[in-house]
């Protein structure tokens, strides 16, 4: 799913207001990973937030489609029905990306890839495809093509020529394995964000009640729609404001409604699977899941006809209460 994110911001005068704050930032995935840390040790935090970067350059190396000999790549380029074993995180985000494709009924899925290129231009412009490009897309698309053994730790696809893509839950499964490396190092007080669009917080600065986040319209950055304190968890964003370019794998068709959509959820993976679904499902689909998973937050603007984008209107989904001020 390629997807370009609204801003998920970090309130900067907020952080700089915290003592014993430490900012690290590494460039990865095609975008800017950060980790803050709130210690008295400012050299221990280097420390641990270089051993989450090591680990965020390793787990690139096995995720990315576009590198040549990762996992992904390697399973990209296998034949129909020919098993191959992969390495720990290439299985578990495959496990986990499987998970959220039936949670939302197909619409997070990550063989998107062949029904992109129909829609896509080499410049990542808008095409119209023929009709007999789309079915032939189809065929190369859909999470059950992708059979896993865990017992074996193998993966395979069941059809030729599909294309997996992690572009929308890779960033947030990489900030979950740099948040468990910094538990490891008892590192209990941290911020890490991918690009600020998968944003995960460990614990809360003493005296507050979470980190503090903005939620900005996609289409005027200055227009904050929420203010969050988070602990504990995880927010991730997606938005069209740079194109219209998600493509709804149900019907193949480019998704429009929604322009921008933020998830809240216990990982930063989930979060960043259900922020690129959540541009896909109806309303009356987002609540459904809201409802059925607890804990779960959904904020949504919806496009409104012949209406500017301050006229849109933004629904929200869940118990967001306890982490919202206006």
């Given at each position: ?68 000999n990762s996992d992904i790549s390697r399973l990209n380029n296998l034949a129909a029905n ?80 599909v294309q997996i893509d992690l572009g929308g839950i890779g960033k947030g499964y990489a ?84 322009s921008a959509a933020w998830s809240c959820a216990s990982d930063a993976a989930t979060a ?55």
């Amino acid at each position: 799913m390629t997807q370009s994110q609204p801003d998920v911001s970090i309130v900067k005068s907020n952080l700089d207001s915290i003592p014993g704050t430490h900012r690290f930032s590494y460039e990865a995935m095609a975008t800017t990973f950060e980790v803050i840390i709130r210690s008295s040790r400012a050299r221990y935090a280097k420390q641990a937030a270089w051993a989450a970067f090591d680990e965020l350059t390793r787990l690139e190396g096995e995720l990315s489609r576009f590198i040549e000999n990762s996992d992904i790549s390697r399973l990209n380029n296998l034949a129909a029905n020919q098993p191959l074993q992969i390495g720990l995180a290439a299985f578990e985000c495959l496990q986990q990306s499987l998970r959220m494709y039936v949670e939302t009924n197909g619409a997070f899925d990550i063989t998107i890839g062949s029904l992109r290129d129909c829609w896509l231009n080499d410049d990542k412009t808008m095409r119209t495809p023929s009709q007999a490009e789309l079915a032939l897309a189809r065929q190369r698309s859909g999470s059950h093509l992708i059979k896993l053994n865990e017992a074996a730790h193998t993966a395979q696809l069941l059809a030729g020529q599909v294309q997996i893509d992690l572009g929308g839950i890779g960033k947030g499964y990489a900030v979950d394995r740099m948040a468990e490396l910094l538990r490891d190092w008892d590192i209990d007080t941290a911020l890490i964000h991918a690009g600020g669009s998968s944003v995960l917080a460990i614990g809360a600065p003493a005296g507050t009640a979470g980190w503090p986040l903005t939620l900005s319209s996609p289409d005027n950055h200055e227009r904050i729609l929420a203010r969050l304190h988070l602990k504990d968890r995880a927010v991730s964003g997606s938005g069209l404001q740079k194109g219209r370019h998600i493509i709804d794998p149900r019907t193949a068709q480019p998704a429009g409604a929604i322009s921008a959509a933020w998830s809240c959820a216990s990982d930063a993976a989930t979060a960043d699977a259900l922020s690129t679904a959540f541009m896909i499902m109806s309303a009356d689909e987002i609540e459904q899941y809201c409802l059925s998973h607890p804990g779960t937050l959904a904020m949504v603007v919806m496009r409104q006809e012949g209406g500017d984008g301050h006229k849109d209107r933004v629904l929200r989904f869940g118990h967001w209460k306890p982490i919202l001020s206006f």
